[in-house]
């Protein structure tokens, strides 16, 4: 079981657009995945899929109102969702050192779980950090995202996370920071390169996924090429601890 906080210290970099289309691409392969919403002072994922406002919100279950099982939806495509709420007010009372309670809890119910932190460094990003097992990094091609970048991945690292990898977003080809110089800055892989396409925009404005709008398009085809990478990843991991078990106990 995983969870993996998608962060950037960047806003706009399309983060939450990440978070959304590998959370339902991993769904797609088989996986049960929920998909946390933890920034909860400006949340998105609920506007970006339709449902700005739920009875039970993470929140909620922060203020220890409420069960985990109480605040997670269930998506039409079967993705599971934590929505936070849009309510500023709701934040009174908020424990943010119970979210690694609530992800260590749906750990045992979900293969995956994708954590969509905040931008930039504050405090609900570092609880997503901490509540989460590695960090996947996404950025773009331009020199502020990348040192942004760069600043997560120090922080996540210090904190004691893997960082699974990069995501390049928005890429045009025109005019940016070439792919092998910014591994060598990150010093991580780049684990797919999402390209500037309309039709991301489209499905916003159809309050959904494009992985699911636009199956076919070139950026739903990244998203799912990414979530084929991290099940790649999580098979490699789990196919070495069974050998180390088997050697344990010859």
Known sequence: MRAIAIISAKGGVGKTTTAI???FSLNKLGKKVTLVDANL???DVGLY???PYVPIALQDVLKGKSNVDDAVYRHHSGTNIMPSSI???EMGGVNLRRLSEITGKLKKTNDLLIIDAPAGLGQETLAAIEAADECLIVT???LPAITG???AIHIAESMGKKISGIVLTKSSGKKEIAADEII???EHPILSVVPEDSSVKEATLLREAVVETHPKSNAAKSYEFLAEKIIAQQDIEKSFFE???SALRL
């Open 21 to 23: 289309n590998l959370a």
């Open 41 to 43: 002072t400006t949340p």
């Open 49 to 51: 899929l339709g449902a």
């Open 87 to 89: 309510s500023l007010k």
């Open 140 to 142: 773009n091609a331009e």
């Open 149 to 151: 970048a760069l600043k």
């Open 184 to 186: 060598s800055m990150l």
């Open 243 to 245: 050998k180390l078990r």
